[in-house]
């Protein structure tokens, strides 16, 4: 079905590579996804202060624990790419792989602490904060969930030293997810 | 600096070309710009029967209450409601939208800049095909249990966030997922647009030789790309409140309806200029090509396009002027609003500028685009009345706002489109249209829709609440002046609409028996008039370049009065 690329793909009168330019359009639009519910929950947060009984609920411990996991798995991203540059296919899936094992991490971890919090009746119809609490974590797991599953995609093509443009374009759209997250662990687990 | 060029990774993908491709990949999954062009423009034109259906059947009742309405039958409030709201939203994000934006964008971008195709040819079809399903997803809504969603386009909650409110528990939350499917596909073809005009441009040609249409459409993508965010987490937040039980707005549990208003009105007002614009740019070619002059200040209309786009992120709340906001707030926003209209000013004067002094035919192309000058600046003027926080807390939700943005999004959505259309069918299908028959349609559409709308600014005034199905338990509502000017109104639309008969049957004609159209029938500059009409797959044999901007006409001591973006001198 796919035709073959066409001329426009290959030029590059902005002075950088279409895919690059792409993505960072993407997060541009993604930016005020999140920037938009997180105002939203900014301005209850401050005009509520139910809010901060609530957010003690959370476990700032887990929390924690989740940043370092992303921020480790940006690292791997990172080297990645630099084994995209140096031509290294296989060396660039591997880290891939280590990557998405860091989203997967977060993931379960996610899961684990969600069941617990609904187990102890933090549920999504609990308060307006709880509803906050899982919609914009949610949100945010559902991007990690698509950045691991791209991620494995661009990794199998890598490995066969196809497509590795696409190794920096994962690590951009992943170091994206990570600061989402950075703004997510103060507002939602430390502010309390 | 580590670059990774495309061409890595192209020496995998570059599959032979088939000759003979199947009716299913020429028409269906085609990732040719021109095809997915033509499979919004005509998705599109269908979805606009639909919502000028839609208006029909209400407006019939608006005009004859109670009666039975050919080919719909008695309208029931719960009906009324339903058709007024999926008029609004089928027009305003299934019509205006795909047709300026993702047809008038795909088919003109890659043609007006030289090249081959968008810079992601898949990630177009997805685009058009998300598109597609979504309309399907909008057309679901009516069959399911309570019907389609009527609680107005706009959704706001409480009355949106609760089927016991809404009466309409499936419909309500389809509704909202139909339109989310729309953002994503437009934010699909936003992206590409954006990077196919930064990236993929011919070699020469330089910012301020890019056609306007293209800008005004970049622009929009831009501008769509960064208002629709916080509508998107609006739509989650509806649909958790819908089906979940959540109460982000829901004022009894610790929510606030009005926050939906403001993410809501943050997109919905940058949302009037992203359908704007590309009509404004497609207008800034036509006047230019038939008076045949330059178009009097470039960069005037690209700021002040740009600026508007900057200031209409500052005017949203003046929706909002009597949902209990804060009066000093209405007065800001009221300063805001009223500035807005400044930068759209100057555009509408460098037109008239551009009109001055030049040879002016009045071909059809050029009859709609001096219309949408001429209505657009009624739709304009009545804004400020609006704008104002004073005027506008007695003219809210009367029909005179009502009147005020069809003044504004018909010139934009119909007479723009229309005038792009035309100016472009010699392009698209290689036929010139009937100019006779073009003449009298317009004619008659633009004399009609003055018609519908005149009248409305006048029951507006005289205080016609536009939320009401059946005027006749209002006395003061049903007296014989304002029946007459409803009745007047509804006569005006069903003229507007059957006139539309002649624009298909000349669409038909011309396609079977057209004279056939040369490469460049009206003498234009800008790059696609120089390929073959229709062009074929990939635009041209070998990719032009650029040595100029796109308005070079009646250069002096040039023979001919059009100097076209392609030739060395």
Partial sequence: MSSARPIATTRSTAGMPTGRLAVWWLIASEIVIFGGLLASYIMFRISHDAFAEQAAHTNTWIGAFNTVVLLTSSLMAVQAHKAADRGDGPGAARFLYLTAAGGITFAVVKALEWTSEIQHGFTITSSTFWSFYYTAAGLHAAHVLAGVVIMLIVAASAKRYEEMQRVELIGIYWHFVDIVWIFLFPLLYIAK | ?569
């Fill in chain 2, 1 to 569: 600096m580590a670059t990774h060029p495309a061409e890595a990774g192209a020496g995998h993908d570059a599959h032979a070309h088939h000759a003979e491709q199947s009716f299913f990949q020429k028409y269906v999954f085609s990732t040719d710009h021109k095809m997915i062009a033509m499979q919004y423009l005509f998705t599109g034109m269908a979805m606009a029967v639909v919502g000028g259906f839609f208006s029909y059947v209400f407006r019939m009742q608006m005009a004859y209450p109670g009666a039975d309405v050919p080919f719909w039958g008695i309208v029931t409030p719960a009906a009324y409601n339903t058709l007024v709201t999926n008029h609004g939203a089928i027009m305003i994000f299934w019509v205006a939208m795909p047709v300026l934006i993702a047809a008038f964008g795909n088919y003109l971008i890659p043609l007006m800049l030289g090249c081959d195709d968008m810079v992601f040819p898949r990630l177009n079809r997805l685009s058009y095909q998300i598109f597609l399903l979504s309309a399907l997803v909008l057309f679901s809504s009516f069959f399911v249990k309570g019907g389609g969603f009527g609680g107005a386009w706009t959704m706001y909650p409480p009355l949106s966030a609760k089927a016991e409110f809404s009466l309409t528990p499936g419909g309500s939350t389809i509704f909202v997922v139909a339109v989310a499917l729309e953002f994503v596909a437009f934010l699909m073809g936003g992206i590409n647009f954006v990077t196919t005009t930064m990236n993929a441009r011919a070699p020469g040609m330089k910012m301020y030789d890019i056609p306007m249409v293209v800008w005004m459409i970049v622009i929009a993508s831009i501008l769509f790309m960064a208002s629709v965010g916080p509508l998107i987490a609006g739509a989650v937040m509806l649909v958790f409140d819908q089906t979940l039980g959540t109460a982000f707005f829901d004022p009894n549990r610790g929510g606030d309806p009005i926050l939906w208003q403001h993410l809501f009105w943050f997109f919905g007002h940058p949302e009037v200029y992203v359908v704007l614009l590309p009509a404004v740019g497609i207008v800034a070619d036509i006047i230019t090509v038939f008076s045949r002059k330059k178009l009097f200040a470039y960069k005037t209309v690209l700021y002040t396009a740009i600026a508007t786009g900057v200031l209409s992120f500052t005017v949203w709340a003046h929706h909002q002027f009597i949902a209990g906001i804060d009066p000093r707030m209405a007065n800001v926003f009221t300063v805001t609003t009223l500035l807005i209209s400044v930068p759209i000013a100057e555009m509408m004067f460098v037109y008239i500028a551009t009109l001055y002094g030049g040879s002016i035919t009045l071909a059809t192309p050029m009859l709609w685009a001096l219309g949408f000058i001429g209505t657009f600046l009624v739709g304009g003027v009545t804004g400020i009345f609006l704008g104002a926080s004073g005027s506008d807390i007695y003219l809210h939700d009367t029909y005179f706002v009502l009147a005020h943005f069809h003044y504004t999004f018909y010139p934009i959505a119909i007479v723009g489109t229309f005038a792009g259309f035309t100016y472009w069918f010699p392009k698209m299908f290689g036929k010139m249209m009937n100019e006779t028959l073009g003449k009298i349609h317009f004619w008659i559409t633009i004399v009609a829709f003055n018609g519908i709308f005149m009248p409305l600014f006048v029951t507006g005034i005289l205080g016609d609440n536009r939320r009401i199905p059946d005027h006749r338990i209002y006395p003061e509502l049903n007296t014989p002046m304002l029946n007459g000017l409803r009745e007047f109104a509804t006569i005006a639309l069903v003229i507007m609409l059957l006139a539309q008969a002649l624009f298909f049957y000349n669409l038909i004609t011309s396609l079977l028996w057209g004279k056939k159209a040369g490469k460049n029938p009206w003498k234009a500059n800008t790059l696609e008039w120089t390929a073959d009409s229709p062009p074929p797959h990939g635009n041209w044999k070998e990719l032009p370049q650029v040595y100029r901007g796109p308005y070079e006409y009646s250069v002096p001591g040039r023979k001919e009065d059009y100097w076209p973006q392609n030739l060395p001198n």
